[in-house]
Structure formats: structure tokens, C-alpha cells
């Protein structure tokens, strides 16, 4: 069947448009969450830890998990603010939280979304910087919409599922993460705002990317890719691959967090003085989870992304199995995906069983997305194989 | 992964749970309560680790059994340090490790002509490399040292885990705590009901919610002699099942996978349009077998012909479908069957499974002598070398009917190199070139060579490759000129497909060209169990991932004499003191509005009285 080149140019002017709204929604969030700190009504100001002694900081923590219950719907956030304004750097406060309601029981993602949650009704910042906030989301949807319409018309103008090469994969990769955000923001009341800057970035970057290095024309698929397997297997990896990625930016952003509540701490005990890097960012560490809550978060993406990383395994599998005549072969693609397996088991078992949390836990998750990022980009444009679909010279 | 921390049998997270904040250790915490959470949570979780070990050595130690038992101690030592989780970790870490110079050295078993490319590039590097298998590491004793310690140390995990999960499906929840309410998340209040009243309330609260429950015997005491009002709740099992389920089907998959390689086998054949093979051994340009495969009666006895070949491109030259027509007869007396054979649609045949992995495209060659006889014919398969399908071709003839000559009676035989182009331009820069993979204007450009080939010493040739040591080039007569060293022969033009001037006066001609597709026939007798193996470990994954075990204790003490409460007008209508607290390993947040669910139901069904004492937390 021809291409339809109509569509195909409608896809590539909407794609622009995409990134264009995105970049401006990044923007906006980056805005907001720079510059809301100052519009902060606690107040404690960033850097100036009450806390004198151990004791103290037990009745920090006694004072957040009282209150948290009181606040309904408060997030873990809530009850880490109030720790920490009033001087509780241990992050135990998280434990007396977890308002996730009952809701949250049986849907992960909403428990997720609500565990993810930064700041109950009130986000700190001056009026205009929430409105900053608010039109970044605005953007953010826009945007969306712009997207889900390159990709649709892109799908019409090949007559097929629209992801059957690499710069096509890219844009759902960051089509699913960026959905995954406004759902988030849908089911949490937009209190999952902070994480905007911190998924809007790598998408920017990201669908750069995609739509200059990647960018192919619209085209029928090659034989190969030509069986309902493709929207099968490809689908999970896609998905996958987008929730893989958000765990990343969580990681990292647990890292942050801890470090800072590390030097926090050596502050607060008197083992150092306050840094004037610290005095300057601390506001955007302080809108950010505990690391205890960032570490959880972590556990639970992986959680969600792995059987669903083995279901895309498996059903490469099965493909191979008609299209190849063996279901494994340890093609680069299919080894590197074993060994993304085999790094993400590691990293549940390290968590759920050997009780392995903060760093350590980081690191492995780092460590298994790195892999994931080899498994996609170098196996596709460095190490030729079977799965050299990337139609990228 | 050295971890310097002491042996320990409860995972932290948990630990972190059941023992006290430390607030509250200075106000004396009920240590009975937390010494009765602390070895259930035990009993729930994992036990791996060292000090399953220490436990062996107390038992069986030297002093008590003399030497031998102090071998089978160290033995045994040997075997709880192999199915640890965190030998199971490190093991999982050097299989992940292990895999990764299997992508980025060339494999024996993907693409044997780029390891032999790379022993010609790394002359003195690529030995020594091949001596650790590193150009077949997923079939290297230390790769298969590796996967099979991590079977085994998850095999000795498993069993212990089924074990332990077997008792838990038919024993009882755990009895209660003194104290659930010291609990993360416990509660307190009190109520009208008699102790026993309030724990059968509870008991239906929980049971409504679908716990497995043990409500504490009547008459029953607790170790200092008071009455036991208590029920205990847990729910959650199938997350060990599900665990259980996907750990057992990974072992399972590995014994699929290996029976499959003992008993499959697999073969390449190029069939040329019009031609066809039979499932022999010997009809395979290809073929690896299993050892418990027997070449002779194990394989299915089916024969196939390939009758058409139909390729199609689109307008920019990409692929778009093949399809291979053939005939074919599963058996001796079978009848013959037409099938199509396309990319990712194989035909199957008994246990056998015929794959189209390739195609190209074999041109027709004729020699003939001074009179015009045909001295030789036959279609030369060509290796296509980029997406045009611009082909190398080597033709070699080694029976010329040529006189030996020289007093070592050297044979005089016929070679031709060249390249064909299925559409076929002239390009200014580079010559002639394909511009499409159809064979819309078939081309060919040659070279000759007559000498001595070496095919008949008994030394295995590349028939794709050409040992021009002891040959002499031609020079051809043909469409470009006379006295050349190169002809280019247009394929669908009678006059212009003929080269002259051979030895012998002979001539060459290339009249015609057929494709020819690459079959693979695959037998793996155990791919449907591997499958199901990868259908139970998604099942059991889901499982294991989606449902949390927690438990619950509902403690019910009268409320006269406790000394538990501070606000004493409070308590004055109150019979009773009900505490509620529980335990999850996993999911901290919903497991804690679970439970703060499940205490008001529990408050709802007791109530009698409208005041409430709250959270003992705030007591303190």
C-alpha cells in the first residue's frame, strides 16, 4: 500500500510542534520549581536546622506522623515537610504517612502517584509562580495531544502500527512517559507537579534526538517486522522502556536527595557548616520526597516495569521462534536484554530480600537502566544483528 | 558486594519495622511483644543467609561428633554459603557480567566468517582469546559454571522455601503479640464488649475481608498467666506461591532449553527455484545435531521443492514480502502438498519447522567447447553483498576436458570470478552497479582464470571463495572488446552473454537467472515446554509482584487494672481494651491504609460507646 505523504507531513509538522510545546512546558515547571522556594510560608528558612539533638528529632518525627493522619489525603510529602521544618533531617517522618487511601490497594498506580505526591493543597510559591506551574501543565497536554497526532498520522500515513523503527519507538517511548506523568498528575491533583522539570527534560532531549539523528521517513515495514508480533513484543519493550526510565530519573533523583540529607545531617550535628551551595539549592532538594519516599518510589516502578520487561522478552522470544527458527539465538539484542533481565532481577532480589536499600539499591538500578540504554542505542547503531532495524545510516 | 554486616536472618527492611522507634525504647517497650513478631516474620520471609549456617555448626560441631561429622559440617557450611542470597546476587551479577563479551566479540555460533575475520585482524590476540571460549561464550564451561551454581544455589533455596510454604498453607497464622498496637500503625481504643465478644467482632471483620484466621483458644493463657483473647490474621499466600511458581518454572525452562539441544537438531539448504532437498543429512549444506539425535531414523522423513520464488520491493529497492511456493511430501507414501514459506511463517512439518531465512540469486552458466558441445551447466549461487543484491559469484570448473600440462601434469581448470547486479546501470564513479534488487536487467562482470583450483586433494574448499595462487588470468573476448580482462554479460540479451577466447576455444555463456532461497529446518521437540515454562514464570511474576502478605492481631484485654490508658474518664464505661496491629514486608503505604480500614470496621462492629481512646501513639 503507498504511503500516504499528506499524513506523512501532517505527522512531521505536529511532531515539531510536539517539541516545541514541550520545550516550553519544561520551561515552566523549571520556573516554577526554581523559584518557588522563595515564595515558601514556613518560616524556617532552607538551611537553618532547629535540631540540636537526637531527642529532638524523635519529637520531630512524633510531630509529623500526628499530624499526617489529620490531613486527609495529605501526602508523604506533608508529613516529610513538616519533619523537616521543624527539624527532623532522619526522614523517619515518611513512616507515619502513606495516606494513599483505600483506592490504593488495589491500584498501584494511583498508590504510586499518591506515594509520589510532593506538596498537599498548598505548593509554595507566589500566585504567579503557580500559574507558571499550571500553564506548564496546560503546555504539557497540549503538547500531548500535538503528539498522540504525529504518531496517529504517522500510523495512517504507513498503514501499520506507528512503531517499526528506531525514531518511531523513540517518540512512544516518550509518548508513554509523558502519560504516564499526566495521569499522575490527573489522579493526584496535580500534586506530582515537581516531577515535571525531571520528566520533561529527558523527554525534550530525548524526541531531539529521535526526530534529527533517528528520523526516518514514513515507510512500510521490512518483512521481517511484518507479523502481529510486532505490535506484541514492541509494545511491551516500549512500555517497559518508558517506565525503566522514569525509575532512572527517580534513582537519580534519590541520590540528589540523599546526599543532600546526608550533609544535612553533618550540619545539623555540628560536623559542618552550611554551604553556600547548599543555602542555594536548597529549596529544590527540600521540594523533593524524602529519599526514603524516592527510594520506595524506585523500588515500585521496577516493580511494575520488570514482569513487564519479561513479558516483552518472552514475546521477542516467540517471534523469534516463527520468524528466525529459534526462540533464542543470543543475537547482541536478545543477549543485552537478558542481561537488562538479569540486572533488574538482581535489584529486587537485593531489595526484597537481602534488605538492600539507598546506594547500593541505587547503583544497581543504574546499573540495569545502563544496560537497557545499550541494549536500545549501541545494539542498534553500533553492534549489527538481527535486530538492526534502526534504518538509521 | 562484600557486605561487612553481621549474619543475619532478617532482612532489614523488616527489622525496621518490628523493633521499636527510639522514642519509644526509652519508654520501655514490651519486649515479649516484639520477640513474639520478631521470629514469625522470620518464619514468613526468606531465611537466606549465614545464619542458617552458624545454627548447622551448633549442632553437628566437632567438639560433639569428632572429624567426620566436622567434614559434613563444613559441607553443609559450604552448601548454606552456595544457596545465600547473596551468593545467589554475586552469582547473578557475573552471569549478567559473563554475557556481555558473548555481543561484542564476534560468535561462532551467530557468524563463524566475521570470527575468522577477526583471527586474520588480531593475529596474535584471537588465539589466546579463543582459549577461554571467548568465541563461543554461551557455550563456555565458565558460562555454564556460572548458570548452573545459580540453578543450584536456587534449587537449595527452593526447596527450603516449599517447605516452609507447604506448613505455612496448613498451619495457622502465628498467634499475636502482647502488644499489636506497638506496632507501625497499630491502634488502641476501647469498648462495652467482653473481651471474648470483642474478638469474635474482630473475627468477622477479618474474616469478612477474606483472612485466613486462629482465634486463640478458649481458656488459653499468655506466659504471665493472663487469659489470651487474641485472633490472628494473614493473608497473602499466593505471593509465595506466586514466587515459588516463577523460580521452579526458570529451573524448569533451563531443562526445557537443554532437552531441546540434546534432542533438536537444525539444518541450512539453498535451493535454486525448480530444485529442492530431502530431510537427509546429507541434502544439507548446514546441519548440527543434538547428541541424543540420530542421524540415521531421527529425522523427520519429508522432502520439499521449491517451485516458485516471489520477491517484492518497494519503489526505493526495501524489501516488502518473500515467498517461497513449494512442494511438499511429509513422508515416503505421502501425497505431495503445496505450501507458502514466508518470513515469520515457517511450515511446519511433524516436529520440524522449515524457515525462509535468505535469498539471492543463482545465474545460469554453459561452457562449451570449439564445436559447440556442452561440456558443462549448471546455476552458481552468488553471495549478495549489500540491499541492491549486487552479488559475488565464484565459478569453479574443475572437469574442463583441457589437457594437463608441464612434467607435473598440473590440470588445467576453469575459474570465473564476478560480480552480478540484478539491475544493472552504469555508474560514472564506480562502474557497474545494481540500482534495485529485482533482476529487472541482470548483469554480470567476469574474470577468468585457468590452472590448477586444488578441488580434488581432499582439502575442504570455500566454494564461495576463489585460491588464485596457481591460476593465470584470462584474457576474454566478449560485449566490451576483445583481449580483455573483464567482460560485462547482459543476461537477456542473447548477444551480449557470451565470452570467447578460452583455453581450448572454448566459450562461457550466462543465459539466465533463477533465485534461490535459503531454507532452515529447525527441530526443537521441547520448545512447547520451554514455552509453558515462560507462561508460568509471567504468571507466577504477576503473582508474586501484585499480592502482599500481611498479617493481623486483634488483642482484647479487660480494661480494669491494666494501667494502660491515661485519660481515666475515659475508660469509665469501658469493659474491654482492644488493640489492633499487623505487619506487611512489602508495601508500607497501602498495607498501612489497609490497616487503618480494617481497625474501623473492627471500631464500627464494637462500638458501644461513641468515645473513643485514640491512637496509643499519642499517648506517649
Not at chain 2, 408 to 426: C, D, I, K, N, W
Not at chain 2, 473 to 499: F, S
Amino acid at each position: 500500500m503507498p504511503v500516504n505523504s499528506g499524513l506523512a507531513a501532517l505527522s512531521d509538522h505536529f511532531l515539531g510542534a510536539t517539541m516545541v510545546v514541550y520545550a516550553l512546558a519544561m520551561l515552566g515547571y523549571a520556573a516554577e520549581f526554581a523559584f518557588g522556594r522563595f515564595g515558601r510560608t514556613s518560616g524556617a528558612p532552607a538551611v537553618e536546622p532547629v535540631m540540636s539533638s537526637p531527642s529532638s528529632a524523635g519529637a520531630a518525627r512524633l510531630t509529623a506522623s500526628e499530624r499526617v493522619p489529620a490531613m486527609a489525603g495529605a501526602g508523604l510529602g506533608a508529613a516529610e515537610r513538616s519533619g523537616e521544618v521543624d527539624g527532623g533531617v532522619d526522614g523517619g517522618g515518611v513512616d507515619g504517612g502513606g495516606q494513599g487511601g483505600p483506592g490504593a490497594m488495589t491500584d498501584p498506580a494511583a498508590a504510586l502517584a499518591a506515594a509520589m505526591a510532593g506538596d498537599s493543597e498548598h505548593p509554595p510559591g507566589p500566585a504567579g509562580v503557580r500559574w507558571i506551574g499550571r500553564i506548564a501543565v496546560a503546555l504539557t497536554a497540549l503538547g500531548w495531544l500535538a503528539q498522540v497526532g504525529s504518531v496517529t498520522a504517522r500510523g495512517f500515513a504507513a498503514h501499520r502500527v506507528p512503531w517499526g523503527n528506531m525514531y518511531e519507538f523513540s517518540s512512544m517511548i516518550t509518548l508513554v512517559a509523558v502519560s504516564t506523568y499526566l495521569v499522575m498528575l490527573a489522579r493526584t491533583r496535580a500534586r506530582v507537579r515537581w516531577l515535571g522539570v525531571f520528566v520533561m527534560f529527558p523527554v525534550v532531549l530525548y524526541l531531539g534526538f529521535a526526530g534529527t539523528v533517528l528520523y526516518v521517513a514514513v515507510g512500510p515495514l521490512v518483512p521481517a517486522l511484518n507479523s502481529y508480533w510486532l505490535k506484541i513484543h514492541v509494545a511491551a519493550a516500549i512500555v517497559a522502556s518508558g517506565v525503566f526510565m522514569l525509575s532512572a530519573v527517580t534513582t537519580v533523583l534519590y541520590l540528589l536527595k540523599d546526599r543532600w540529607e546526608n550533609q544535612l545531617a553533618a550540619v545539623a550535628a555540628g560536623r559542618a557548616g552550611a554551604s553556600a551551595a547548599m543555602r542555594k539549592r536548597g529549596g529544590i532538594m527540600m521540594r523533593l520526597p524524602t529519599a526514603a519516599v524516592l527510594d520506595r518510589i524506585t523500588y515500585r516502578v521496577i516493580g511494575l516495569a520488570f514482569p513487564i520487561w519479561t513479558f516483552a522478552v518472552i514475546a521477542g522470544a516467540i517471534w523469534a521462534e516463527a520468524a528466525w527458527g529459534r526462540y533464542w539465538g543470543w543475537d547482541p539484542k536478545e543477549t543485552w536484554s537478558f542481561i537488562t533481565w538479569v540486572i533488574y532481577a538482581a535489584y529486587l532480589h537485593a531489595r526484597a530480600t537481602a534488605g538492600w536499600k539507598g546506594n547500593r539499591a541505587a547503583a544497581i538500578s543504574l546499573l540495569g537502566f545502563s544496560a537497557l540504554f545499550v541494549d536500545y542505542y549501541l545494539v542498534n547503531l553500533v553492534i549489527s544483528g538481527l535486530h538492526s532495524y534502526a534504518g538509521v545510516n | 558486594m562484600s557486605q561487612p554486616t553481621a549474619p543475619t536472618t532478617v532482612p532489614d527492611d523488616v527489622r525496621a519495622q518490628a523493633s521499636p522507634p527510639p522514642s519509644q525504647a526509652s519508654g520501655g517497650p514490651d519486649a515479649a511483644a516484639l520477640d513474639a513478631v520478631g521470629p514469625d516474620v522470620r518464619g514468613a520471609g526468606p531465611v537466606r543467609g549465614l545464619g542458617s549456617a552458624r545454627r548447622v555448626s551448633a549442632r553437628w560441631g566437632p567438639g560433639r561428633w569428632g572429624p567426620a561429622r566436622w567434614v559434613i559440617v563444613r559441607i553443609r557450611r559450604l552448601w548454606h554459603q552456595l544457596t545465600s542470597m547473596r551468593t545467589a546476587l554475586l552469582l547473578l551479577f557475573l552471569l549478567a557480567l559473563a554475557a556481555v563479551p558473548g555481543s561484542l566479540l564476534p560468535q561462532r555460533s551467530l557468524n563463524p566468517l566475521k570470527v575468522e575475520q577477526y583471527f586474520r585482524d588480531h593475529p596474535s590476540l584471537a588465539p589466546a582469546l579463543d582459549r577461554v571460549s571467548a568465541f563461543n561464550v554461551f557455550g563456555a564451561p565458565w558460562f555454564a559454571a556460572i548458570y548452573l551454581l545459580l540453578f543450584i544455589s536456587l534449587i537449595g533455596c527452593l526447596s527450603a522455601r516449599v517447605r516452609w510454604h507447604a506448613r505455612a498453607l496448613v498451619g495457622r497464622p502465628p498467634r499475636a503479640p502482647a502488644r499489636p498496637s506497638r506496632l507501625t500503625g497499630g491502634q488502641t481504643w476501647d469498648t462495652a464488649l467482653t473481651p471474648p465478644e470483642a474478638i469474635e467482632a474482630a473475627r468477622v471483620v477479618l474474616r469478612r475481608r477474606r483472612f485466613r484466621l486462629a482465634v486463640a483458644a478458649e481458656g488459653a493463657t499468655r506466659p504471665d498467666g493472663s487469659p489470651d483473647f487474641s485472633v490472628a490474621a494473614e493473608k497473602g499466600y499466593l505471593r509465595e506461591t506466586g514466587n515459588l511458581i516463577f523460580h521452579i518454572a526458570l529451573v524448569l525452562m533451563l531443562v526445557g532449553v537443554g532437552l531441546g539441544s540434546w534432542f533438536g537438531y537444525q539444518g541450512t539448504v539453498l535451493v535454486i527455484t525448480g530444485d529442492g532437498f530431502a530431510n537427509t543429512l546429507v541434502s544439507y549444506d548446514q546441519f548440527s545435531r543434538g547428541r541424543l539425535v540420530d542421524p540415521a531414523g531421527g529425522l523427520a522423513p519429508f522432502s520439499l521443492t521449491m517451485e516458485k520464488f516471489t520477491a517484492s520491493y518497494q519503489p526505493t529497492g526495501q524489501p516488502a514480502d518473500f515467498r517461497a511456493t513449494v512442494a511438499y511430501a511429509s513422508g515416503l507414501r505421502e501425497p505431495t502438498r503445496v505450501a507458502e514459506i514466508r518470513v515469520n511463517h515457517p511450515l511446519a512439518i511433524g516436529s520440524a519447522k522449515i524457515y525462509l531465512i535468505g535469498h539471492g540469486y543463482a545465474p545460469h552458466f554453459v561452457l562449451r567447447d570449439a564445436a559447440g558441445g556442452v561440456v558443462w551447466e549448471g546455476y552458481q549461487p552468488c553471495t549478495p553483498r549489500d540491499a541492491m543484491f549486487t552479488s559475488t559469484c565464484t565459478l569453479k570448473i574443475g572437469d574442463t576436458g583441457l589437457a594437463p600440462t608441464g612434467p607435473t601434469r598440473e590440470p588445467r581448470q576453469l575459474a570465473f570470478s564476478g560480480v552480478f547486479t540484478p539491475t544493472t546501470e552504469l555508474d560514472r564513479a564506480r562502474g557497474y552497479v545494481s540500482t534495485y534488487p529485482a533482476a529487472n536487467a541482470p548483469g554480470l562482470t567476469l574474470t577468468g582464470y585457468v590452472g590448477n583450483l586444488h578441488i580434488n586433494e581432499g582439502i575442504p574448499q570455500n566454494v564461495y571463495s576463489l585460491d588464485t595462487r596457481d591460476m593465470r588470468q584470462l584474457r576474454l573476448n566478449g560485449p566490451l572488446g576483445d583481449d580483455r580482462a573483464a567482460q560485462v554479460l547482459a543476461l537477456n540479451n542473447p548477444k551480449q552473454r557470451t565470452v570467447t577466447g578460452l583455453p581450448g576455444g572454448m566459450s562461457l555463456e550466462a543465459d539466465g537467472v533463477r533465485e534461490f532461497a535459503t531454507f532452515q529446518t529447525k527441530s526443537d521437540p521441547f520448545k512447547g515446554w520451554v514455552l509453558v515454562a515462560a507462561i508460568a514464570i509471567i504468571c507466577g511474576l504477576l503473582v508474586s509482584m501484585r499480592v502482599r502478605r500481611r498479617r493481623v492481631w486483634v488483642r482484647a484485654r479487660p480494661a480494669a487494672g491494666t494501667g494502660v490508658g491515661t485519660g481515666a474518664d475515659a475508660h469509665a464505661a469501658a469493659a474491654t481494651i482492644v488493640e489492633i496491629g499487623g505487619l506487611s514486608r512489602s508495601d508500607i503505604d497501602g498495607f498501612a491504609a489497609e490497616l487503618r480500614a480494617i481497625a474501623l470496621d473492627a471500631r464500627a462492629a464494637m462500638e458501644t460507646d461513641p468515645r473513643l481512646v485514640d491512637s496509643n501513639k499519642q499517648e506517649l
